[in-house]
């Protein structure tokens, strides 16, 4: 297992870990998960392929289901014309 895939293990650990948190803390550090993740997922895709960028990216999205659903319903709502 090479570096990027041990960070995207951490990376999951820390998002599981900030599950158990409060409520109130989760959107920030969601935020901060975003943020670090995002690269992360390229260095994965970067060292390992596009089909571990996608694992990764699957399991990233099933972590944070709730940005990416709020995200999905913006992005409709643009689409619809309804604007933001």
């Known amino acids: 297992m090479n570096l ?8 999951a650990l820390a998002a599981t870990g900030i599950a158990f948190l409060p ?4 959107w920030p550090l969601a935020y901060g998960l ?10 994965v895709t970067y060292q390992n ?15 944070l289901r709730w940005p990416v659903y709020y995200f999905a319903r913006w992005c409709a709502r643009l689409l619809r014309g309804k604007g933001p």
């Open 4 to 11: 990027s895939l041990i960070l995207a293990c951490f990376w």
């Open 23 to 26: 409520a109130r803390l989760n």
């Open 34 to 43: 975003i943020a670090a993740g995002i690269p992360l997922l390229g260095y």
């Open 49 to 63: 392929g596009p089909v571990w960028g996608l694992l990764v990216l699957a399991a990233g999205m099933s972590m």
